[in-house]
């Protein structure tokens, strides 16, 4: 089923470089803003894809009261994950993923295009470089933009199991082994942090992001990373979806029905949500990381994702 690109997220673009000066017309604004929405739509995004671009664009609007320049923000957001690359020649450089700084370098670029002000350039390419290994400065704007980008930390469990799945499939290239290493090194790493999130709005998604970390933290630490099989070929959803080369930039979302099947502990990591025993407490957070770790894992369901703090 094809996710049409809405013409609010294309108007939204135009409408912010309009608001920071830029001098470009409003047909040469909107067909960046369609040249970036084709690349969030790259079949290879599992997570970092054109819902990520949305979730946090409406992310930054939820904590826009503490915001101090949201055109700013929403064009920071448009470019942030603009680098992409998950190719096994990038996973083998320790590159896979989200390039910040590359990012950064082309917002620059297609900005000073659009003809925004210089000062206003660089405000945003600033905005962009803040979420390298997501250390916010004192900058309010740049904390607003962390919080946006992290918040998936803070879902319930049952969208935290989602959003680790589709992580897992970006990073496809990635054996069994350097996944599970890598991940738990961001996941600790994070949980190291004295605060995850830096606004006062945000400040209220701390505990719910701790819990869905530990559990990943406790989980991660009893797999046997030896008894997984490999991870599969990239199967018909990594291939390129219909119309982004026509213009039409649709997205194909596609859902895939695995069979059932019981797996230690007779979890079954295929099973409706429902029976998924899902809760709020760190203990019911654990069992589902059961559920979550063993389904990121097995490889019939599967692709990979860059490993590093930029990639959440």
């Known amino acids: 089923m094809a996710e049409t690109i809405p013409a609010w997220l294309i108007s939204g673009f135009a409408r912010a470089c309009a608001n920071l000066g830029a001098s470009a017309s409003r047909e040469a604004e909107e067909q960046q803003a369609r040249d970036l929405a084709t690349v969030w739509s790259a079949p290879e995004r599992c997570f970092h894809n054109l819902t990520h671009l949305k979730d946090t664009l409406e992310n930054v609007d939820f904590l826009a009261e503490q915001a101090r320049d949201i055109d700013a923000l929403h064009l920071a957001v448009w470019f942030h994950g603009a680098v992409f690359d998950v190719s ?8 896979g993923g989200i390039n910040i700084m590359e990012s950064a370098k082309l917002a620059q670029n297609r ?23 997501h250390k916010a400065t004192e900058d309010i704007d740049s904390q607003v933009l962390c919080d946006a980008d992290l918040a998936i930390l803070s879902a319930d469990p049952e969208e935290y199991l989602d959003y680790l799945q589709a992580i897992r499939e970006e990073y496809r290239a990635y054996s069994n082994e350097r996944f599970v290493e890598t991940r738990l090194e961001i996941v600790e790493s994070l949980l190291a942090r004295p605060q995850l999130f830096y606004t006062h709005t945000a400040a209220t998604w701390e505990e719910q992001a701790r819990e869905n970390l530990l559990a990943e933290q406790s989980r991660l630490h009893k797999v ?12 018909a959803s990594t291939l390129p979806a219909p119309g982004l080369d026509s213009g039409s930039f649709e997205v194909i979302s596609e859902t895939d029905e ?11 990591p295929y ?40 990639a959440q």
């Open 111 to 133: 900005l000073t295009f659009l003809g925004l002000p210089p000062e206003k350039v660089d405000i945003i390419v600033a905005l962009i470089e803040s979420l390298y290994r």
């Open 258 to 268: 695995a069979e059932d099947s019981k797996i230690a502990g007779d979890i079954n």
């Open 271 to 310: 099973a409706p949500t429902d029976e998924a025993d899902l809760g709020s407490t760190l203990e019911n957070v654990e069992e589902v990381m059961d559920t979550l770790v063993m389904k990121a894992l097995k490889s019939d369901e599967m692709t990979i994702k860059p490993m590093s703090d930029n």
């Open 224 to 235: 046997n990373v030896s008894e997984l099989p490999p991870p599969p070929e990239p199967s």
């Open 88 to 95: 096994e020649a990038a996973v083998e450089r320790s590159e």
